[in-house]
């Protein structure tokens, strides 16, 4: 089916009707109720993948259209991207992408991590099988390193206390042996 004129791209006022206003990204306090609908887990994901609206995960545009959803998860929205052509839904390039369960599962067995259950609590509390438990937690762990950024000290940074082990206490003769042009072939 052909439509005339320009398609309507997403703009940030459309994902901040679809969150309540009083709940920040940043410090989003999870209701256990409202993460068992797959309607708001999928609004959860594009608020806090694209708080600014949605933009397309190659190129970075924010020349964006919706193209329908998903047949197999009708709350999934496909997009396609009019800057570079790529087509992409919401969870394109995330670790939610390309698995058997359901996101809201996903977001469940995360609420449950922050719980501090275990992978065997979470199988039962899921009805999941122990092994789909402990790859779910095994990639979200995996994913929350690969995300978090790499230190980077500067200034002046101070020590307390450094243990320089040189040899042996007391015996700086096998000190000097070790160190000599014998002990240099290794």
């Not at 670790?95 to 609590?121: K, T």
């Not at 199988?123 to 980077?152: M, N, S, Y």
């Not at 020590?159 to 160190?179: F, I, L, N, S, T």
Request: net charge negative.
């Amino acid at each position: 089916m052909q439509r005339s004129g320009p398609e309507p791209t997403i703009g940030t006022e459309e994902v901040a009707r679809s969150i309540p206003q009083d709940t920040g990204a940043s410090a989003m306090l999870v209701n256990i109720l409202g993460i068992t609908d797959d309607a708001k887990c999928y609004e959860m994901v594009r608020h806090l993948r694209w708080p600014d609206g949605v933009r397309c995960p190659r190129c970075d545009s924010t020349e964006v259209v919706k193209r329908g959803r998903d047949e197999t998860e009708p709350q999934r929205q496909r997009y396609e991207c009019r800057g570079c052509g790529r087509r992409f839904d919401d969870l394109t390039d995330t670790i939610f992408a390309g698995h058997h369960q359901p996101l809201r599962v996903w977001v469940l067995v995360l609420y449950f991590m922050g719980l501090d259950l275990s992978n065997e609590q979470i199988a039962k509390e899921l009805d999941l099988d122990p092994d789909d438990a402990q790859r779910i937690t095994t990639a979200l762990r995996e994913g929350v390193v690969q995300r978090k950024p790499e230190v980077q000290l500067g200034g002046e940074v101070e020590c307390d206390e450094v243990d320089v082990v040189a040899g042996h206490k007391g015996h700086p003769e096998a000190v000097r042996k070790k160190g000599g042009p014998a002990d240099a072939g290794g």
